[in-house]
């Protein structure tokens, strides 16, 4: 029996693809009357809310003080009525009207907990985020990572399980991994949905980019504390990864073109990781801010 589903967006800022995000979730396959869609905006200074209001999204508000990725999601998972819970980023668009389908699907096994969908680099994507999103979210199957591996800016979780671990609210990131190791933990799976796809448009300047890798580090060590980055580790990532990237754009004559790219981009990655990886202090009310809030 097709079960209801609610799809949650958190957003900050999105007019740009919320419109496209919205027409796509309204043509897909799944029954409508099964399905609904609830938006956390966080102080959006765009047309964002108004997009929604157009499209009939239910809306919640998160005040600047009280964000953080963790409370958005739970937020928006208490306003939600469904069984299965659908989080899909508001610049990530459904590449088909199987998508919702597809992605929920495999809650027909009781024993999934999670799933998780492909993502594909859009237009404006960076090079090297091209073939980060080939590596995690293959055409076919899912690459060798953890078990718990899991992406909320296309993922869906079982109501009960999220009812039963939620969100956690003080993490600086990774708190869709977070919650999937928690749930694979408690004897639950969490599934690889290739076929349900979306396009994932980043438009990030450097500093966005160093940032998200930082406060990702910061997170991960809640969930890997094993995981150590050191300083040498760093420059041999940062110099494998502008090697493969650049034989990459060379098979494709594109070298010249995209190697300061490359570069700043893998430079953006391995250190933000590494800055991250050793923050193992507390952070103070004014890096709260800047690591949690969107803008």
Request: with cysteine; hydrophobic share 40%; net charge positive.
């Amino acid at each position: 029996m097709t079960q209801v589903c609610s799809i949650i967006i958190r957003t900050f800022n999105e007019e740009r693809y919320l419109g496209a995000v919205l027409e796509s979730i309204a043509a897909q396959a799944y029954p409508a009357a099964l399905r609904e869609v609830v938006l956390v905006d966080s102080g959006s200074t765009d047309e964002t809310v108004a997009i929604a209001k157009k499209h009939g999204c239910i809306i919640k508000t998160l005040s600047r003080a009280e964000f953080s990725f963790g409370r958005s999601l739970n937020l928006g998972c208490e306003a939600a009525r469904g069984e299965i819970l659908v989080f899909i980023s508001g610049h990530c668009v459904p590449k088909g009207p199987q998508w919702l389908e597809e992605l929920t699907k495999p809650f027909e096994d009781p024993q999934v907990g999670a799933t998780y969908g492909r993502q594909l680099g859009g237009e404006g994507t960076k090079f090297s985020e091209h073939l980060l999103f080939e590596k995690y979210f293959p055409a076919h199957r899912a690459s060798e990572q953890a078990p718990f591996f899991c992406n909320n800016a296309n993922a869906a979780f079982r109501r009960g399980a999220w009812a039963a671990h939620r969100f956690d609210e003080s993490l600086t990131g990774l708190e869709d991994m977070h919650l999937a190791k928690r749930l694979v933990d408690a004897g639950l799976k969490v599934r690889y949905v290739p076929r349900g796809a979306v396009y994932h448009y980043h438009h990030e300047k450097w500093t966005q980019v160093r940032r998200r890798y930082e406060r990702e580090a910061i997170a991960l060590h809640a969930i890997m504390p094993e995981i150590h980055v050191h300083w040498h580790d760093a420059l041999r990532y940062f110099a494998v990864g502008v090697l493969g990237d650049s034989a990459r754009a060379l098979s494709q004559r594109a070298l010249f073109r995209k190697l300061p790219e490359i570069v700043a981009f893998r430079a953006c990655q391995y250190y933000g990781s590494w800055r991250g990886n050793h923050a193992h202090r507390a952070l103070s009310r004014r890096q709260k801010e800047r690591y949690f809030y969107p803008g």
